[in-house]
Nanobody, 130 residues
Framework: QVQLLESGGGSVQAGGSLQLSCAVSDDTKSRRMLAWFRQSPGKAREGLVAFDTGRSSGPVAIADAGHGRFDASHDNLNNIFYLQGHNLQPGDPAIYYC?????????????????????WGQGTQVTVSS
């Protein structure tokens, strides 16, 4: 059973930056499809960044809400998945989740669809202060 554990949440000043980490417990796979999602109160969970660890070119999908401000990376040696966020805005406070898909063959809109991901962390809260 894959376990994912997020860390690094907290309060960030508006315009500031954050880095969240997601430790993936299962190291038996040589390739994974990982993603970062977030959910604000009363809103649906939305995908931010999807990342195929078998590709070296960076994220395979970034949501419109994340373009230019969010990025992801993966430490293959330690199996840690990162989210970097910049210029945080009042619309960014949420619980941020990392997730892993059971199926590597995701494409297009499925890359950032919550239903495409089978394994989830418990989430880490991010708030933005003015």
């Amino acid at each position: 059973q894959v376990q994912l554990l997020e860390s690094g949440g907290g309060s960030v000043q508006a315009g500031g930056s954050l880095q969240l980490s997601c430790a993936v417990s299962d190291d038996t796979k040589s390739r994974r499809m990982l993603a970062w999602f977030r959910q604000s109160p009363g809103k649906a969970r939305e995908g931010l960044v999807a990342f195929d660890t078998g590709r070296s070119s960076g994220p395979v999908a970034i949501a419109d809400a994340g373009h230019g401000r969010f990025d992801a990376s993966h430490d293959n040696l330690n199996n840690i998945f990162y989210l970097q966020g910049h210029n945080l805005q009042p619309g960014d406070p949420a619980i941020y989740y990392c997730a892993e898909a059971a199926d590597l063959a995701l494409w297009g809109p499925y890359l950032l669809l919550p239903a495409s991901y089978a394994y989830w962390g418990q989430g880490t809260q991010v708030t933005v202060s003015s």
